[in-house]
Structures are given as structure tokens and as C-alpha cells.
């Protein structure tokens, strides 16, 4: 008898140590149970085990009364330190192996977080829903299975070690032209092109010899079309004509815009502005500098056709009304591809097409 005791002792211990299973327990009582009996008592047991964990600790019911935080911060004399309970990304980046990494910009601690945005422009609609899809299918190569693509020539030609100072001397360019383009990726679903900024630049020459009224002008239009803070240049060259002094005088205005703010001014550009210029072409098909920018001027008379001149255009002197140069930033790799862009955006090209 005193044998089946610690049996029967150790028999109830086992299911305590076993953690708690999600299965049904019903099971366990039916194997070899003849009445009811022995599963109501496995039920309370398991019961008993759910309910008293031993990694719980019973809590005073005055103490979790009692407990009021806002009431202690209430109470708080002095401000916790910024440390305590806000969180601050780090100022500078100091590589991928410091312990202390910036939060990514969509977090709301980090430092370039910008909340929204909360409606799309129209021309970001338009380019989500109908032209990058559009690009997508126009752009798109099959290669059926099995497909190896012919092996390409190297970019830059070596030595011939005709030569002893051949010797040790860097790649040579391609023959025929001294620009080596960038190479152009096949176009898929993750590198659609998109238009990333878009650069408003003035250049006033009569603004040169301390006529700055003539700046200042330039900078209230290009501020008022683009709706973002212009920065001043001054000139880098000499020119006796205009009487330009290098870094004497402020002669040039920029606007940088990105984002909301960037297809709201092309949506502006390319369905009031352009349409009511008379005989325009459109833009030169020569235009771009190989890497996917687009540039294209507009006049003084032209500039005055956005409507926050138009509106007022008595607080504007006519004739210091400034034109521009407009350039289109794209994500593209090549002129091609950023032409199909702005062509499908609403922006026409003319003449011989250089790819």
C-alpha cells in the first residue's frame, strides 16, 4: 500500500508539467476509462492547470486598484527625460554596421517622415492606373524558354601593349563618340519609369551690375507657379557685355519640386499651360542629356500663362516677367524611355527622334 502511494502521487504530477495543449483533452479520459469518474476528475485537473500557472504571480486586488498612471504622471513634478518615453532616430547616418540605424522614411519617428499623402494628384492617378501599365506592355521583350541572348561586345576596348606606355594605362572608351551611354535595363514591373523631380531654373542676365529688382521679380513668378521656396545663384563666368562680375552678383533662380507638389504643377503645365501656346510644336525629339532628363524652355509671354500670374498679372512689371527652363527628372535610363514617359503624359515631341 505504501508502494501505490508515490505511484499514484507521481501519476497526478505528470499532466502539471506538460504545458497546456490547444487539442481537445476528452481523449485522455476515454482510453481505458470505464465510467465517468476518472474523466470529470482529469477535467478539474486540467482546469486547475489552466488556471494557476506557475509563471503567474497573484496581483493584490487594493494594489491593481490602486494603480492609476495618469494619475502618477499627474502627480510628477518634474518631465521625464525625452529619453524615457520618446523615441529619436539617429541625426546622421554612420553606415549599415552601427548599432544605432535611422528608422526607414514611411516610420513617424524618423526625422524625413512627411504624413500623406491623403489624396493623389490627378496625374498620379492617371499614372498609376492607365500609363504605367500601358509602358509595361509596350516595353515588354519575351524570350521563350531556352532563349540565350547573343554575347555583347565590351563597353571599353584594352591595349594593344603595342606600346610601353601602354602599360598599367585605364580602359579606353568606344570608338565613334566620346559619351559612354548607361546601360539600359529591360523594363519590368519593378522599373517602370516615373517621373521623380522636376527643376524650374531662371537665369536673368539683367539682373547683373546691382539691378536686383529684376531677380526679385523672377523669383516671386517662379515661386508663385511652382508653389516651392526658389534658391539664388550668382554667376560663375565672366561676360563684359552683360557686365557679369564672377560671385559678385545674384543672377540665376531655382525651384526643386517633388512630389504632390511636383504633379500638381504638371498637371498645370500640360493641360492649361502648353495647350494655349500658339504654333508650338512641342519639345525636340534631340532633346536629353542620355539619362533619362528631359529639358525644355518656355518664354516670358508663355510663363505668363499660368494662372497664378494670369490672375494677377497687374503686381507683375510685363516686361521683367522671366522665362525658364523646365527639366522633367525620370527614372528612366535612357532618352527613349523617358520620351514614351512624358509622351504619354500629355507632353508632345517633334523632329528627328534620337535614341
Partial sequence: MAAREPSRYLARAVPRVLPPSSRPHAFLGRRNASDKAPERRLSSELNELESESSLATRVDEKMAKSFDPAARAKARKTQLPRGRYQFRSPKYYRGPLHPNQPPPPSDPSSRLYVPGPFSLPRAKQTYDSTIASDILTLCYVHNPP???????????????????????????????????????????????????????????????????????VAGMAVQAISNVRVETFRSKASVSGWGLV??????????????????????????????????????????????????????????????????NYDMYPPKMIPGCHITLHTSATADKDARLLLSATGIPFYGKIVH
Fill in 246 to 311: 564672377p560671385g559678385r552678383d545674384a543672377v540665376a533662380v531655382k525651384a526643386e519640386l517633388q512630389g504632390e507638389t511636383m504633379y500638381h504643377f504638371l498637371s498645370k503645365l500640360v493641360d492649361v499651360v502648353l495647350p494655349r501656346i500658339k504654333d508650338w510644336p512641342g519639345v525636340k525629339g534631340s532633346s536629353g542629356d542620355s539619362s533619362g532628363n528631359i529639358t525644355f524652355g518656355l518664354d516670358p509671354e508663355y510663363v505668363a500663362l499660368f494662372p497664378e500670374i494670369e490672375v
Fill in 146 to 216: 531556352g532563349f540565350k541572348p547573343p554575347p555583347k561586345a565590351p563597353r571599353l576596348r584594352e591595349w594593344d601593349d603595342s606600346s610601353p606606355y601602354h602599360k598599367n594605362r585605364p580602359l579606353r572608351g568606344p570608338r565613334g563618340g566620346d559619351v559612354l551611354r548607361l546601360l539600359r535595363k529591360p523594363i519590368a514591373f519593378n522599373n517602370i519609369p516615373e517621373i521623380k523631380r522636376i527643376t524650374i531654373h531662371s537665369y536673368v542676365k539683367d539682373a547683373a551690375g546691382g539691378n536686383s529688382s529684376w531677380l526679385h
